[in-house]
């Protein structure tokens, strides 16, 4: 494949991966905030109950990569995505759970844990200043 297509046509499907990745996150994020609200105890909930489950299901290292990792593209790794139980494309339905856990099931337990940190330093590190405690909280 030529050289340019082929960057053009990855560069296409990052960014529409970026969009539904940001959006799903987005999506489980509101609908917490809009079911169980802002407060401290949502957000103990949404941090304790992910952790939990992430530890169990030995996928915690995601939450600490999530907004420290930086990766590198490279023609080889562009589109390759870490699969939790590492399913050889040739089963194929096994290999389409492995993908349904690993970015529906997994990617929302980080995105609600980082919830839960966020509010839970976004109430308590300076109430009754809403913006120096987000923007401080943004800053950790």
């Known amino acids: 494949m030529n050289f340019s297509l082929f960057y053009l046509i990855s560069r296409i499907l990052l960014v529409t991966h970026a969009f539904g990745s940001i959006n799903q996150w ?17 957000a103990l909930i949404s941090l304790v109950l992910p ?3 992430l530890i169990l299901c030995k996928v915690f290292s995601n939450v600490i990569a999530s907004p420290l990792f ?3 593209d490279e023609a080889t790794s562009v ?7 590492k399913t050889p494309v040739a089963s194929k339905w096994m290999y389409f759970l492995d993908c ?10 980080v995105a609600i844990a980082w ?3 966020w509010n839970l330093t976004n109430n308590h590190l300076y109430p009754s200043n809403k ?4 923007c401080v909280s943004l800053v950790l």
Not at 28 to 34: E, F, G, K, R, V
Not at 79 to 85: T, V
Not at 100 to 109: D, G
């Open 26 to 42: 987005r999506g489980a994020w509101a609908i917490l905030d809009y079911e169980t609200g802002l407060g401290s105890e949502s």
């Open 51 to 53: 952790v939990g489950v």
């Open 70 to 72: 930086s990766g590198v």
């Open 79 to 85: 589109h390759d995505y870490p699969l939790h139980f």
């Open 100 to 109: 349904l856990w690993s970015v529906l099931v997994v990617q929302n337990l």
């Open 115 to 117: 919830r839960g940190l």
């Open 131 to 134: 913006t120096l405690s987000a």
